[in-house]
């Protein structure tokens, strides 16, 4: 498995921007496809989006879209989430993840390894 460390989070006013970077440990970085998840308090854990092992194919959750962009470095072994036009429904904890499968998915049970977490606040 690989290991991920999430960074970036913080407390942050409704339409801002924040950048997420989750860095994974190992030499294998390249044959994983990543995601990011969130929850909320209270509330499962859910898809935000996700990315093919070399970044050519990106997926995200329809609440996300055209806010949110996900991208790699594989020669960083890292994988960012930018977060543009913040809303205050966006607040949750932040988990990057990774699957050593084919195809990208949105489903948890899909990916083999987590991050601990960053928090995300937006204020109103």
């Known amino acids: 498995q690989v290991q991920l460390v999430e960074s970036g989070g913080g407390l942050v006013q409704a339409g801002g921007s924040l950048r997420l970077s989750c860095a994974a440990s190992?030499?294998?970085?390249?044959?994983?496809?990543m995601g990011w998840f969130r929850q909320a308090p209270g509330k499962e854990r859910e898809f935000v989006s996700a990315?093919?092992?070399?970044?050519?194919?990106?997926d995200y959750a329809d609440s996300v879209k055209g806010r949110f962009t996900i991208s790699r470095d594989n020669t960083k072994n890292t994988v960012y989430l930018q977060m543009n036009s913040l809303k205050p429904e966006d607040t949750a904890a932040y988990y990057c993840?990774?699957?050593?499968?084919?195809?990208?998915?949105?489903?948890?049970?899909?990916?083999?390894?987590w991050g601990q977490g960053t928090q995300v606040t937006v204020s109103s």
């Open positions: 990315i093919s092992r070399r970044g050519f194919v990106t």
């Open positions: 190992g030499r294998t970085f390249d044959s994983y496809i």
């Open positions: 993840a990774a699957d050593r499968g084919s195809l990208i998915g949105r489903g948890p049970s899909q990916y083999d390894s």
